[in-house]
């Protein structure tokens, strides 16, 4: 059980270990659930309770994508078959329990588990995903009699090829809430992906923007800037980070602006040293560190920061004379095991860099540098450092993201898209102090209605044809001279995230980067703009919109003992913990 159980966390694979990993942990968790609940008779442990009336009052169970979605039948089984409540009470209590999380609209990573898998592993559980669909189906065709194809569309089980599961209409059905992680990605989910579901139960659908704590991702990993905001507002901020808004009025502070500056320039040199230790690449802190580390995904599109790192590098070449902005351009992240797309994209990175790094004429005007195994502890060191954050998805196709928000508080400024979270960003900060470029939603939408030809693109813009050209030549990798065949395959002619579309207008804000950068005050005030504006993006926030909205309670800052914790002891813990607020 223990055994990796997906070897590509990009597309579903309807692995039999991974199904019984799913159920193994939600039947863990449900059990634990029920026996606290059970022991738990108001406040006493004397006797057990089976009345399961109050169980949603005391428990809500929060379906974090479809992973967990098994818990659902599973609750449903035991209320059956162990507690022996009828169907409609055990499913009123159900839905009133579960609430959905949805993380993604690429439809390849929506999880749809074979009906044959399913009868073989849990097959009591496949008869009540039966029974639940056909209540759910007998429900849809009294609204609308005649609508076969909606009945179809909205079906829990898809009839096409072989019969599946769809697990993200079970947690929609089973669920009494569903949301998406940011505004422009509730919207979506609303209107087109669960469009059916919507218009029958508008009242379901919400959305909570994803948040960050600021714990580890200020005051732990950034403690100079921390202190420094802490010097100007007071600590409170660290609780209620809404109260970063009043940055606002030191803007103009030139004290302010100068030390915000010199923390940024300080973590820069601590990295830039790291980075000499660890790649022993010679890196100029002086440079713009120009950073993109998130998952290697054909939708986060690193394959266009890879294109305009090999456009500045032919710039450079063409005109070695030219006083340019110098840059680092960073990259870092994981492939899946099995996305072999996503490990090209990686060997092109490193390949490019293997050439613009060591071009003596280039010189410390650019260096790219891949970050290997990058993990929390990489980022606490990395996005404190950087100056440019690099948010570019195909828009429509990020659910939120929440790198983009780390950056944000740790005084990078974004180059992006208008997707995600970015949205919400542009509207905190003004869009005027971010670097928004490219197709918004409705434009990725007319030219899928339209036709997307990546070939338009190439044989308009010269810059975009050189850098393919030198990718299919084998200029960045001589020794294998079509070793990036399949990448440049995929960019002309089957790109579904339209790299080639939003090249132009990306190059053309890095310009715009370019051009603000070497003016240190206006860049340092767009910053201190930028903070000030991030505190929307808080993990607090977030958490308590889901305890208001979603699980029908107040949020509180009363610290709860571990369940490890004997019940007299917590009893007297919190009592001590009550009494002490009482008296502050």
């Not at 979506?188 to 139960?201: G, H, L, N, P, Y």
């Not at 099995?338 to 280039?362: E, F, Q, R, W």
């Not at 030549?473 to 001589?478: L, R």
């Amino acid at each position: 059980m223990g055994r990796s159980a997906s070897s590509n966390l990009q597309f579903f694979e309807g692995k039999e270990l991974r199904l019984k990993q799913e159920y193994f942990v939600v039947a863990a968790t449900l059990q634990d659930i029920i026996r606290r609940f059970k022991a738990s008779k108001f406040g006493s442990t004397e006797s057990v309770r089976t009345a399961f009336d109050s169980f949603p009052d005391q428990v809500a169970i929060q379906l974090n994508d479809t992973h967990p979605a098994m818990a659902i039948p599973e609750l449903m089984r035991v209320f059956l078959d162990i507690e022996k409540l009828p169907w409609s009470k055990a499913w009123d209590i159900t839905t009133r329990t579960f609430a959905y999380t949805n993380h993604t609209v690429l439809p390849e990573a929506l999880e749809r588990w074979p009906v044959d898998l399913v009868e073989k592993l849990l097959p009591r559980h496949l008869q009540i995903i039966y029974e639940i669909n056909q209540r759910h189906l007998d429900r849809i065709a009294v609204m609308f009699p005649k609508d076969v194809d909606r009945i179809r569309r909205m079906s829990l089980i898809e009839e096409e090829g072989v019969k599946r599961i769809n697990m993200a209409h079970l947690c929609i059905v089973g669920s009494h809430a569903v949301n998406g992680v940011a505004k422009i990605h509730s919207d979506i989910v609303r209107t087109q992906v669960f469009k059916d579901f919507a218009e029958i139960e508008p009242e379901k659908f919400q959305n909570k923007t994803n948040g960050i704590t600021p714990r580890r991702w200020l005051l732990l990993c950034n403690p100079g800037l921390a202190e420094l905001i802490a010097e100007k507002i007071g600590e409170e901020y660290v609780k209620d980070l809404s109260q970063l808004t009043k940055l606002h009025k030191f803007v103009n502070d030139d004290v302010f602006i100068r030390e915000v500056a010199k923390v940024k320039q300080e973590n820069k040199v601590k990295f830039a040293q790291y980075l000499e230790r660890e790649y022993k690449v010679k890196i100029n802190p002086a440079s713009m560190f120009d950073v993109q580390v998130k998952r290697i995904h054909e939708y986060k599109r690193q394959l266009m920061n890879c294109l305009h790192i090999i456009t500045l590098y032919n710039r450079i070449k063409k005109e070695p004379m030219k006083i340019v902005v110098p840059r680092t351009v960073i990259i870092g992240g994981k492939a899946a095991p099995g996305y072999h797309m996503a490990k090209m994209i990686i060997k092109l990175i490193t390949s490019v860099g293997h050439v613009v790094n060591n071009d003596p004429v280039v010189g410390n005007k650019l260096k790219v540098i891949f970050l290997e195994n990058y993990r929390v502890s990489l980022a606490e060191k990395v996005i404190p450092a950087t100056d440019l954050s690099e948010q570019i998805s195909t828009a429509g196709t990020e659910a939120s993201g929440t790198g983009n928000m780390k950056f944000m508080l740790n005084g990078a400024l974004t180059i992006g898209t208008m997707d995600g979270a970015n949205v919400e960003m542009a509207e905190e900060a003004g869009e005027e102090n971010l670097f928004i470029f490219g197709m918004r939603v409705e434009d990725v939408e007319e030219l899928d209605r339209k036709g997307y030809n990546a070939l338009d693109y190439y044989d308009r813009l010269p810059e975009l044809k050189q850098a393919i050209d030198q990718i299919k030549s084998g200029f960045f990798s001589p020794k294998q001279p079509d070793l990036f065949k399949d990448v440049v395959d995929m960019l002309l002619y089957h790109d579904r995230f339209k790299v080639c579309a939003d090249y132009e207008a990306y190059v053309r804000c890095q310009e715009n980067v370019s051009n603000l950068y070497p003016y240190h005050k206006e860049w340092t005030k767009m910053v201190i703009r930028n903070i000030a504006a991030s505190g929307k993006f808080s993990s607090d926030r977030t958490i308590k919109e889901y305890a208001r909205d979603i699980w029908g309670m107040e949020p509180s800052d009363l610290k709860i003992p571990p369940p490890n914790v004997p019940r007299d002891v917590a009893d007297e813990q919190i009592a001590n913990d009550t009494a002490d607020k009482l008296h502050m």
